[in-house]
């Protein structure tokens, strides 16, 4: 059964279509001043294919649902397209496109478009560094000093955190030092490769200037965000070290919203099995102290085995030939983002990964969702450790 918390409304985006675009995932968005918003994720039969490639919707003011998912346009016939990451230059107003294009996810190329139109026609396309093996997951951040830091990672031999830092308002990047795993953080009897761990970052800059980034690991064996930091403006950081905030090997969102305080979007899995075993429940935090602390958190959405029925943002009954789920089978809510708007309220979207009946055969299906929400919701509960939120 899904738990759905009280006082926000989910819309899902995508509808699968059969043998064609089954695995939506890795979603991003950014709200224009006048309450536009524009995601984008990834779309294919399945993770990596070649088909796989960026599609984008908006939601209007004033418009009561979003558009239909539309592909850019713009894929290369002999790569994918991944991780989209669409970010707005507080500093020009232009908006930015990241992704990854490759044959698989450690033979990639981290890419860079730009658009003047909201997201409608994309130029200047560059490379952000000029040889595979570079990945994208998260946005940038603009620094007081005026630098561009964005925060990506290597996934070919050892998976390593790095970060490109732009000074001409991301005409050209230069790359940071790696960032590996803190050996004295391994337990005795797991063997792990230098950095094996430390992938997808995502970045702050702290009150005092010093950049705060937090890491993805694989889930083992200490399922905790790794955090660095840096005193240079992004060039060098420290050995990655654990974080408070759990991690279940999957993507998260840190950002720092117009209150002063930081959110996290990630996944609150402090232990593995049973229905908690990965991606689940979906989670909000807040921390008052640039990520030192998180003072407050509320659950959006859980998924719990000890029940039937149960949907998050609608009914199992999908286009083409899909019915509900027969029995339950688990569910998670993966790679989560958020964007905060003008007006102060934050956006977000995730993947929701659950098994469907598609022309007749059950199939695990990975859609788009949305909700809206604002910091006073998620002040309404303190910060727990436990994965579920009680009535």
């Not at 984008?40 to 399945?46: E, P």
């Not at 899995?269 to 958190?297: F, H």
């Not at 999908?318 to 089978?329: A, I, L, S």
Request: proline share 7%; hydrophobic share 35%; net charge neutral.
């Amino acid at each position: 059964m899904i738990k759905q918390a009280d006082g926000i409304a989910i819309e899902t985006l995508t509808t699968p279509v059969a043998g064609k675009l089954i695995h939506a995932h890795c979603s991003t968005i950014v709200a224009f001043h006048d309450g536009e918003l524009v995601a984008a994720w990834y779309w294919a039969v399945k993770e990596a294919n070649i088909d796989e490639e960026i599609y984008i919707s908006r939601h209007l003011p004033r418009e009561a649902s979003w558009s239909p998912p539309e592909p850019w346009g713009l894929k290369s016939r002999i790569m994918f397209d991944g991780n989209p990451v669409l970010w707005i230059a507080p500093d020009t107003g232009i908006l930015h496109m990241f992704y990854n294009a490759g044959w698989g996810w450690s033979m990639v190329f981290a890419k860079h478009k730009t658009s003047k139109d909201r997201g409608r026609t994309w130029k200047d396309e560059r490379n952000i560094y000029p040889f595979l093996s570079r990945g994208v997951k998260n946005p940038p951040i603009l620094t007081s000093k005026g630098t561009y830091v964005l925060p990506a990672y290597v996934e070919f031999k050892f998976l390593r955190g790095v970060f490109f830092i732009s000074s001409d308002k991301g005409r050209s990047w230069t790359q940071s030092t790696f960032v590996d795993l803190d050996p004295g953080i391994i337990p005795g009897g797991y063997e792990a490769k230098k950095g094996r761990q430390v992938e997808q970052p995502a970045v702050i800059e702290r009150r005092d200037g010093t950049l705060l980034a937090f890491f993805r690991n694989d889930g083992k064996p200490m399922r905790k965000m790794l955090e660095s930091t840096s005193s240079d403006g992004g060039f060098t950081w420290s050995a990655a070290r654990n974080g408070s905030l759990p991690n279940p090997a999957g993507g998260f969102h840190v950002l720092r919203l117009a209150s002063g305080n930081i959110a996290a979007i990630y996944n609150h899995a402090p232990s593995p099995g049973n229905d908690q075993k990965w991606r689940n429940p979906l989670s909000v935090a807040l921390s008052e102290d640039d990520g030192a602390t998180w003072s407050w958190r509320r659950n959006l959405l859980e998924f719990h085995l000890d029940a039937t029925g149960g949907d998050a943002g609608g009914s199992n009954e999908r286009d083409p030939g899909t019915e509900p789920k027969p029995e339950p089978e688990p569910e998670t809510f993966e790679y989560p983002t958020m964007t905060q708007g003008h007006d102060g309220k934050i956006h977000a979207t995730w993947s929701r990964s659950h098994v469907v009946s598609v022309n007749g055969t059950l199939q695990r299906v990975t859609d788009i969702q949305y909700t809206s929400l604002n910091e006073a919701w998620v002040k309404e509960r303190r910060f727990f450790e436990d994965a579920w939120e009680s009535s």
